[in-house]
């Protein structure tokens, strides 16, 4: 009945999927990153394998501190993500009525304009001549000579955390619907406050749907690079914009490929010592409990 | 008590507002008489929105993105999901490795993974095209719909698989019947992130893209150059609308659909 | 409801490959060229008006455009194996596909307008004289100031200038800041030694101080000129063009160390099966109609001289130097590098990028 059958049939479809269009190109890059060069192609054999690239991005001193800085900007922005989203998602998940659907869905149809006319219209708010300044201006709040929150890593942060807010909402979102009911009004029943209920009860309960949201930003965010582009400015470029200077201009796939996995097995890393500090595993087995 | 529930709606109007400033932005450009994204405003045309109706390759990339975002959220969802049962209710060796693998999709910066998209598909042979631009997407889309789904079956109770297995139901049957409708509202959820990944997406799609063009790709064509840009923010401006359109005809459907 | 599901979920997966369908590529025996030709370009470039001539004598072929966002984005997806007949990059980028292999000897005797191309132009395009591309467009690269904030601009340090602090915008490109670099420390852009790399980077380092961002697209760069917040910047003359139309006060330095030029040019693929059809196309793009459209329409220079008198716009004539013939000579043609140089001053402007 509820044999390995079942198991390998659930398994068998996505893990094929991602054997084939992701580990393999994955490995590909990760032996790439053992060659000296790019000399021959990508198909070349015959080639020494050697570290130089992990060795000089690791003593080099120049790469790897932005990656700690990296990693810091996807942990403010995931956290002040999650935190942000977590209303809208606790309104969503507890709201009655009929049009949840709707409501979710118009969080996300922004997102399926243009990224690129997005920002630029967002570059435009919060430009020189944009309503933002001309409106800080009027107040007498700043002289219109230079863009307020653009060009800057905290324009990198802020725009960051609105990209990413109403995607986040969503795992929130479905975290919190899985809450029985009945259990909130047994605490009320049993005389705890909204606040109080909310604090034992639905709070612990839709961590899962949290840390999902939190794990959702914080990964990709490590690795950001069109945000610092666009309105970084001079001193907001973070690792990934690196990895793209290098593979990218510089079609050193070699040594892209080099920090990448560097970046890979770091954030796998904070990954794993988070989840033990945090004791993730029994979270989730209590709160299953 | 009453003011606390009053502040989350308002909340989420404020976020709502806040999310489709920049898009009001674009809309106020659309009609704008001049080539420039810049104040002041010109005059108002509705020249954009003809030439946008009239350009036919803009038309075709838009079609292109719909048919390959609905394509790859719908399969993106369903093994999701897949991964998402397994993974949360079942024991098997390896169980870490493959919840690690099914995100680190997300870790891979996507000119690397496009890179190496393309020498894997050059190297086998295949053409590439849509369906490939729609394999990509697959790939990085799943760690987004398993993430999802899986937070809304951690924790399944149990007791109500147990139920329907004493009432004589078969795995399948309590697949389709108890579990899926259960998880549907965390499934649409997945549904709708897979489609925006896939639908705006530009660095694999630039690698993996065959003849056809999808959207973004062939926006990035168009951005640049001033004559050509306004009838791009004039169909921006038409998809908001659209979707919008459609989410509410679907909402009346649906409450239409209910009350019989 | 379920069973609808499920038809819904076949209708759609039926539609994606029929959408999809269709999309293989015919082969053919050797004898017979296909009827077709593929091009890796950069965008706004695939217009039927870059390639009229072309069109013009071979309606039925159907000529396809795949895009690359930058000349390391070309060079990557041949690299990898995209497989494109045609395609088109800047000067630097030759000696790197002629080194891999790429590109096939084009056949200058079936060039029906290669002889209207300046001697100087044809060498850009030739290795141990043999000559792999044909060079079409190319344009200047300098300073552009705004009149109104910045008195007259004669050098390129006006880009490191502390007086234009936070009004300072830089291409985003490591063989360009170098090339920059080497003016202004008066070093031979050619050759480049490690010493002079280092103190080329300090140089860009430093100048993160006055520097409010690096742009990478001229819509971005234009649209600071517009507003104000950009008041000296490396352009080219695209960007100074339609910035002289729309009135902004601007103006382009003629730099005492010299502007930089650029070149672009077409090649052809060495496993091309259509080289015949390949070489009638650059054979177009070498023609009147094609160049007009280029120099009018994307304000880009065109090779062939004979074909300037077409410019009538004042700004036009103003923004390619039309009007002033000796520019050519003060002007540092990009030469082209290795790949090691190449991949040294990339990672030069890397650690630009990471520096504090």
Not at chain 2, 90 to 103: C, D, E, Q, R, S
Request: aromatic share 12%; with cysteine.
């Amino acid at each position: 009945m509820k044999g390995s059958g079942v198991r390998w049939a659930l398994l068998l479809p996505p893990g094929l999927v991602l054997l084939v269009l992701f580990v393999v190109p994955v490995l590909m890059m990760v032996v790439t990153s053992f060659r000296p060069d790019l000399r021959g192609g990508p198909f070349a054999w015959g080639w020494e394998p050697t570290i130089e690239h992990y060795q000089s991005v690791i003593q080099g001193g120049d790469f790897l501190p932005l990656l700690w800085t990296s990693a810091r900007v996807a942990l403010l922005v995931s956290f002040l993500a999650c935190a942000l989203a977590y209303p809208v998602a606790y309104y969503l998940a507890f709201r009655l009525g009929r049009s949840t659907a709707l409501l979710l869905t118009l969080l996300i149809i922004p997102f399926w304009t243009s990224y690129l006319l997005r920002m630029i219209a967002w570059k435009i708010i919060l430009g020189s001549n944009g309503a933002l300044n001309s409106f800080l201006s009027f107040l007498g709040l700043t002289d219109t000579s230079a863009p307020v929150l653009l060009y800057s890593r905290s324009a990198v942060v802020v725009t960051l955390i609105y990209v990413w807010l109403p995607f986040v909402a969503l795992p929130i979102y479905a975290g919190l619907l899985r809450i029985d009911r009945s259990l909130l009004e047994a605490a009320a029943d049993l005389g705890a406050s909204r606040f109080q209920a909310f604090r034992k009860v639905t709070l612990p309960l839709s961590l899962p749907g949290v840390i999902a949201a939190f794990v959702m930003v914080f990964i990709p965010t490590v690795g950001e690079y069109v945000a610092p582009i666009l309105v970084g400015g001079t001193r907001g470029a973070l690792y990934g914009n690196i990895i793209e200077i290098l593979f990218g201009d510089g079609i050193n796939w070699p040594l892209g490929s080099a920090l990448a996995m560097l970046m890979l097995v770091g954030v796998f890393a904070l990954i794993v010592i988070a989840a033990r500090v945090l004791r993730v595993g029994r979270l989730i087995e209590a709160v299953e409990r | 008590m009453i003011s606390r529930f009053r502040v989350l709606p308002a909340y989420y109007v404020f976020l709502v507002v806040l999310l489709y400033l920049p898009l009001m932005v674009l809309l106020l450009f659309s009609f704008n008489d001049g080539t420039a994204l810049s104040f002041p405003l010109r005059g108002f045309t509705s020249d954009w929105y003809e030439g946008m109706l009239a350009n036919g390759q803009l038309l075709g990339a838009a079609r292109n993105s719909a048919v390959v975002g609905i394509g790859v959220s719908t399969v993106a969802t369903v093994l999701g999901t897949l991964a998402a049962i397994a993974l949360v209710r079942y024991k098997f060796p390896g169980k870490t490795l493959f919840l690690m693998v099914a995100v680190t999709p997300l870790l891979v910066p996507f000119l690397i993974l496009g890179v190496a998209l393309l020498i894997l598909f050059s190297a086998l042979d295949v053409d590439r095209s849509l369906l490939t631009v729609g394999a990509a997407h697959v790939v990085v889309a799943i760690p987004y719909t398993v993430l999802i789904v899986a937070s809304r079956l951690v924790g399944f109770d149990r007791n109500l698989e147990e139920a329907a297995y004493d009432l004589g139901a078969s795995f399948p049957y309590f697949l389709r019947r108890v579990l899926v409708p259960l998880i549907a509202p965390a499934m649409l959820a997945a549904w709708l992130v897979a489609f925006t990944v896939s639908f705006d997406e530009f660095v694999l799609a630039s690698f993996t893209i065959g003849r056809e063009p999808t959207l973004p790709v062939f926006i990035f064509g168009q951005v640049r150059f001033a004559n050509r840009f306004p009838q791009v923010v004039a169909l921006a401006s038409v998809v908001m609308i659209l979707s919008l359109g459609l989410v509410l005809l679907a909402q009346r459907l649906q409450s239409a659909w209910t009350r019989r | 409801m379920k069973e609808t599901g499920r038809l819904s979920l076949l209708a759609l997966l039926m539609l994606l490959a029929v959408a999809c369908g269709g999309q293989a590529t015919t082969t053919t025996t050797a004898a017979v060229e296909p009827d077709e030709l593929t091009v890796l370009e950069w965008a706004f470039y695939e217009v039927p008006e870059m390639w009229v001539e072309f069109g013009e004598a071979n309606p039925d072929t159907d000529v396809v455009f795949n895009f690359g966002a930058s000349d390391a984005d070309i060079y990557a997806k041949i690299l990898a194996g995209s497989g494109e007949d045609i395609m088109h990059f800047y000067t630097p980028y030759l000696q790197f596909y002629v080194d891999e292999g790429l590109i096939q000897p084009i056949d200058t005797t079936r060039l029906t307008n290669w002889s209207k191309v300046p001697t100087g132009f044809q060498e850009s395009c030739t290795i141990d004289g043999v000559v792999y591309c044909i060079p079409w467009d190319w344009g200047f690269s300098s300073v552009l100031y705004r009149t109104d904030q910045i008195d007259a601009v004669d050098s390129w340090s006006a880009l490191f200038d502390e007086a234009n602090a936070g009004h300072v915008s830089m291409w985003d490109d490591g063989p360009g800041a170098v090339a920059i670099g080497a003016y202004v420390l008066g070093a031979d852009e050619a050759s480049i030694t490690d010493e002079q790399l280092e103190e080329i980077k300090q140089m860009w380092i430093d100048q993160k101080d006055i520097n409010l961002f690096y742009w990478v697209d001229e819509a971005e760069l234009e649209a600071g000129f517009t507003s104000g917040d950009v008041w000296a910047a490396y352009a080219w003359n695209g960007a100074y063009y339609r910035l002289l139309s729309a009135g902004v006060p601007v103006a382009y330095a003629d730099p005492a160390e010299g502007r930089n030029s650029w070149v672009g040019q077409y090649a052809i693929s060495a496993d091309t099966d259509s080289y015949n059809l390949a070489l009638e196309f650059l054979d177009g793009k070498l023609g009147e109609q094609t160049a007009t459209h280029l120099l009018v329409d994307y304000a880009y220079g065109h090779v062939v001289p004979e074909y300037f008198s077409v410019v009538e716009d004042e700004n036009l004539v103003t923004a390619l130097s039309l009007d002033d013939p000796g520019i050519l000579d003060r002007t540092n043609f990009t030469v082209p590098i290795s790949q090691e140089q190449h991949g040294s001053y990339v990672e030069m402007w890397a650690e630009v990028k990471a520096a504090g």
